[in-house]
Nanobody, 122 residues
């Protein structure tokens, strides 16, 4: 499966963005999807994950209550709605697909997109 993220950009503190992760080459319904981010000069970190059907979701404490992960399997797309953005949310955001499980560890995910930049100005 190939993954392409979009929707990043520059936004002010308190603003909102919706990221999309579109899959091709396979049906996204066969994969759990995670969103990760890599802030400048830092390690990549887990943001959110959603199960195959979308019935289960999990969030990092730092984004809980502000970010929402969802999926539309008919459109082969997973979304990350981000509200109340903070400067510390500035990062390259990646989506990743896992066919056999789901979780917060990036090494459990098999396929990755190229990333989309999110910059939150103060």
């Amino acid at each position: 499966v190939q993954l392409v993220e979009s929707g990043g950009g520059l936004v002010q503190t308190g603003g909102s963005l919706r990221l999309s992760c579109v899959a091709s080459g396979d049906t996204i319904a066969d994969y759990a999807i995670g969103w990760f981010r890599q802030p400048p000069g830092k390690e990549r970190e887990f943001v959110a994950a959603i199960s195959w059907s979308g019935s289960l979701t999990y969030y990092a404490d730092s984004v809980k209550g502000r970010f929402t992960i969802s999926r539309d399997n008919a459109k082969n797309t997973v979304y990350l709605q981000m509200v109340s953005l903070k400067p510390e949310d500035t990062a390259v955001y990646y989506c990743a697909a896992d066919r056999t499980g789901w979780g917060i560890e990036d090494n459990s995910y098999d396929y990755w997109g190229q990333g989309t930049q999110v910059t939150v100005s103060s």
